[in-house]
């Protein structure tokens, strides 16, 4: 298991004008990107902000989450949740427990914030564009399309709400 090769996936769904975030939570709902959101990640090790995961509560069931926080005396008192004070060593901690788990991927969260620090070490985006602009207050970087290369895509029609497409992008190498 020591040279397994990890993925480091990006879960996020991002408006057409990369809105992702408003008032601390998501400005829409879109029941089948919940379910997709916990197909790709149960099991896996996850890479949160505290501001997103405080807007949880809680950790999510099946996955360890790893909170990225500057405050040295954040903690949180559940067996699935360590802390962590830079996205180095989250990323780092969360290959561990991958390989520890016998899991090939970790996931990274967001929010915004930790989507951007964690862009370097990002291999894959599973990324669910929601067709529509989205008044919101957090953005995600735009994602040059030098650098991602799209292997999938799916739209699903929404009849309550904008329709969304789910879209893998993989990191262009070299
Ligand atoms: N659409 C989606 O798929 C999606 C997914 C996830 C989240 N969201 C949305 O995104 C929004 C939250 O995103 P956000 O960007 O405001 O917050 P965030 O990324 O969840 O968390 C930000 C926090 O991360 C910590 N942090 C940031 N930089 C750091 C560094 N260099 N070193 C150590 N810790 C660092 C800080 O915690 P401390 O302040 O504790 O130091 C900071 O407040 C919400 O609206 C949420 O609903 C959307």
Redesign the pocket.
């Known amino acids: 298991m020591t040279d397994q090769k990890i993925e480091r996936v990006a879960?996020?769904?991002?408006a057409a004008n990369h809105?992702?975030?408003?008032?601390?939570?998501?400005?829409w709902e879109l029941p089948e990107?919940l379910k997709r959101?916990k197909a790709l990640t149960l099991g896996k090790p996850m890479i949160?902000?505290?501001?997103?995961?405080e807007?949880i509560g809680r950790p999510l069931p099946k996955r360890i989450t790893i909170v990225?926080?500057?405050?040295t005396g954040?903690s949180f008192d559940h067996e699935n949740v360590r802390v962590?004070?830079?996205?180095e060593s989250a990323v780092k901690l969360a290959d561990e427990i991958a390989k520890a788990d016998g899991v090939n991927e970790v996931i990274i969260?967001?929010?915004?914030?930790?989507?951007?620090?964690a862009l370097p070490y990002t291999t894959r985006f599973e990324l669910?564009e929601v067709h529509a602009d989205i008044d919101?207050?957090?953005f995600?970087d735009p994602l040059p399309t030098d650098q991602w290369t799209e292997s999938a895509r799916e739209k699903i029609k929404n009849p309550d709400g904008p329709d969304y497409s789910f879209v893998t992008l993989d990191r262009v190498a070299g």
């Open positions: 879960v996020v769904a991002a809105a992702i975030g408003k008032d601390g939570w998501m400005p990107d959101f949160m902000g505290r501001v997103t995961f807007a990225v926080t500057r405050d954040w962590c004070h830079d996205v969260a967001g929010g915004a914030q930790i989507y951007h620090l669910t919101g207050d957090t995600l």
